[in-house]
């Protein structure tokens, strides 16, 4: 059976469009025209990707998306005609997976979708084991980490990329593979969503997020997270 795309937004022709092109690309869609009717679509048709548009009636995109994290792992990407740095930095903060700016091609939209897809079920993890680096500990199975005994919450992309690091442990990873693991092969991918990934691991992880301690940026190299041995 073919995967279920909720795409939420409101303009009629850009829905138009998003079910043309990925229903050519043999994917089932379902659209919702505003931030309420999507969360009712959400819940009642269990969707394995959604589209998000940003400027939406009724519940603003950033809302919808926050709403969607309180109670879902399914994968979000998120569309905006806003080209400011600021909003994109905020909608992958609120748990979008990924982004693409209006407007956007049949072929680039298909594509990210089918990327988003296969890197939900690559890291549909199954493990038992928990990764222990030194007060940190990651449990893949159930999706959480602990730091000093503590329960941390992380967005499912920022958890893919911490678990990728911790598994990693005393181990430089270099950038392209780090985007590699944990966004796939994507061409359209941003080298820059990885940055805004580190930036928001290291407010979660570190003292002093300004002054990295345990993940730090290996210059030229990648990014290590440090064993505290």
Not at 70 to 82: A, C, K, N, Q, W
Not at 186 to 201: G, K, M, N, P, S
Request: aromatic share 6%.
């Amino acid at each position: 059976m073919s995967e279920l795309i909720l795409a939420i937004e409101d303009e009629e022709p850009v829905r138009d469009a998003i079910v043309a092109a990925l229903e050519s690309s043999g994917y089932q869609v379902i659209t919702a025209e505003d931030g309420e009717e999507g969360l009712e679509r959400l819940i009642s048709e269990r969707p394995d990707l959604v589209l998000l548009d940003l400027m939406l009636p009724k519940i603003h995109g950033m809302d919808v998306c926050a709403a969607i994290r309180e109670h879902s792992e399914v994968p979000v990407i998120m569309l905006t005609g806003l080209a400011a740095e600021d909003d994109r930095v905020e909608g992958l903060t609120r748990g979008a997976d990924d982004y693409i700016t209006k407007p956007f091609r049949a072929r680039e939209l298909a594509a990210r979708v089918r990327a988003v897809l296969r890197r939900s079920r690559h890291w549909s993890s199954d493990d038992r084991e928990e990764i222990v680096v030194g007060d940190l500990v990651v449990r893949p199975a159930a999706r959480e980490v602990y730091l000093h005994d503590e329960r941390v919450d992380f967005t499912p992309k920022e958890f893919d990329l911490l678990e990728y690091l911790a598994r990693n442990a005393g181990r430089i990873v270099a950038r392209d593979r780090l985007l590699e693991r944990v966004w796939g092969s994507d061409e359209y991918i941003d080298a820059r969503t990885l940055d805004v990934h580190i930036r928001w691991l290291r407010e979660k992880l570190e003292v002093d997020p300004s002054s990295p301690e345990r993940l730090l940026t290996i210059r030229g190299q990648g990014y290590m997270l440090v064993t505290g041995d």
